[in-house]
């Protein structure tokens, strides 16, 4: 019985852990251009950091489980919670800004399609304890930053900008209490993927005979795409005392964070898009997503504000900002573009031994040659010569290291470029002082 993997699940064949290993340590290079500290958590969670934290969505798609101890778990849909825990529980000690990433494995149980899997890598990068618009502005230049070091650029992605205040501001001018804006916004966030009959059937329940007329404002509101024309928007919505001054606040930090992004040289891939609402539950203040420019395919990442979290999570009251971005539509991406290096791994060295008595001697250089880091192999069979010369002409290696008992006599060993077929002995004591040379120059042919 041939086993296969369960839906949704990969395996990594060399050639596409080779790609993986490019998508992290082009992540992982970024965040620390950035000057982030890398953490991790665990993968099996407590349910119950997931209930009510993460929202409807995310709960609905939990691999869930008693453990044997009876313990309701879960795994890792997300980093968010378990972070939130993390800061929390050292949230006096740690100097702040904490400024963290993460690349790990998360789990959802979502129908696997097109760029959506059970078991997806994401690049976490979080800011906690500032509260400031920059921290916003420096991790949507660092989402873009990594976008860019694939070779990505303008006409590849965008960034889709949005404000959760502001939303409650403008559900505020519409006479909406909390809970009522909170139901619109889980509307709005699925408003793109309705039908606009069905989305004014689910206003209604909220509006009554508004409806109609509430959601024609609200698509006024998300057609706007620049600066200006959202100023204006905010300044004349019509909110009295507080809010007024609050909304006037709001817009100070919008064009802070737009100067921000503009002088950190992303203010190009950036759409005000108030579409975006994000659908976890957490998020407060700014929220974004990259997409494809065509703005086809599922996001390539999101993030937000989630000022509440740490305090919600039992931890002290810090604001925080971050964004997870998957692997699963960006390799799609990439390899659309044909941004993915071609895989070749292929050793310094291959050693052609000439028999048994000369192992011994090919096994104690292999040694030496991988104790300081390069990288050598060897047949695990004795061979014919013209057998191993063959193999070691398809292998990839620079060089051949000959081991014949002629030249061991002489205490000598033979090295072949393999390239030019050009020859040079060196005596076996001299082996390692020479290889530098070697590997810099190659063999001159005579
Ligand atoms: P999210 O929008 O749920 O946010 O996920 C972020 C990214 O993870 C998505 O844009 C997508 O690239 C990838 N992703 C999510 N689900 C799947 C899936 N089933 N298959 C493949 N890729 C997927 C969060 O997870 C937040 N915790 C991000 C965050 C960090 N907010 C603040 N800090």
Redesign the pocket.
Do not use: K
């Given at each position: 019985m041939q086993f296969e993997t369960l839906p949704?699940f990969r395996e990594f064949y060399p050639e596409a852990c080779a790609r993986r290993n490019h998508i992290f340590g082009c992540w992982r290079s970024v965040a620390r251009a950035f000057n982030f500290l890398e953490y991790d958590a665990p993968v099996l969670e407590p349910l119950e950091l997931y209930i009510e934290k993460s929202g409807e969505e995310?709960v609905g798609?939990l691999f869930n489980f008693e453990d044997r101890g009876g313990r309701a778990v879960a795994l890792r849909?997300?980093?968010?919670p378990s972070?939130a825990r993390l800061i929390g529980a050292k949230a006096n000690s740690l100097k702040r800004p904490v400024k963290w990433f993460n690349i790990g494995e998360?789990y959802?149980y979502?129908r696997p399609q097109k760029?959506?899997?059970?078991a997806?890598y994401?690049l976490?990068?979080?800011i906690l304890g500032e509260q400031g618009p920059a921290a916003d502005a420096e991790l949507i230049t660092l989402l873009c930053q990594s976008l860019k070091s694939f070779g990505l650029n303008n006409s590849d992605f965008k960034i889709r900008l949005s404000d959760r205040d502001l939303w409650l501001l403008m559900l505020a001018a519409e006479g909406l209490d909390e809970a009522g804006s909170a139901s619109v916004l889980g509307i709005i966030d699925k408003l793109e993927r309705t039908d606009r009959t069905k989305t004014i059937e689910r206003l209604s329940s909220i509006l009554g005979d508004e409806a109609e007329d509430f959601l024609g404002r609200i698509e006024e509101a998300i057609a706007i795409d620049d600066f200006d024309t959202l100023r204006s928007y905010i300044k004349n919505l019509p909110l009295e005392g507080d809010l007024a001054a609050v909304a006037n606040a709001r817009i100070e930090e919008w064009s802070q964070l737009l100067r921000n992004l503009k002088a950190s040289g992303v203010g190009d891939f950036i759409q005000i898009d108030l579409g975006i609402v994000?659908?976890?539950a957490y998020?407060t203040g700014f929220v974004f997503?990259?997409f494809e420019a065509s703005g086809e395919g599922?996001?390539?990442?999101?993030?937000?504000r989630?000022d509440a979290l740490v305090k919600k999570l039992g931890g002290p009251d810090i604001p925080?900002?971050?964004?997870?971005?998957?692997?699963?539509?960006?390799v799609d991406l990439l390899e659309s573009k044909s941004l993915i290096p071609k895989y070749i791994q292929s050793p310094d060295f291959i050693a052609i031994i000439g028999g048994e008595g000369e192992r011994a001697v090919a096994l104690a250089d292999a040694a030496q040659l991988r104790a300081v880091g390069y990288q050598i192999e060897y047949p695990f069979k004795n061979q014919g010569f013209a057998k191993q010369f063959k193999l070691a002409n398809q292998s990839g290696a620079r060089f051949a290291l000959i081991y014949g008992s002629e030249e061991l006599e002489r205490g000598v060993v033979k090295v072949r470029d393999l390239s030019k077929g050009s020859e040079v002995e060196i005596p076996r004591d001299q082996l390692l002082l020479q290889v530098p040379t070697l590997l810099e120059g190659g063999i001159e042919s005579k």
């Open positions: 949704g995310i798609q849909p997300e980093m968010t972070l998360h959802r979502e760029g959506r899997l059970r997806f994401q976490n990068v979080d994000r659908g976890l998020y997503e990259a599922r996001a390539l990442a999101g993030g937000g989630y925080a900002v971050g964004f997870a971005m998957g692997d699963v539509t960006l």
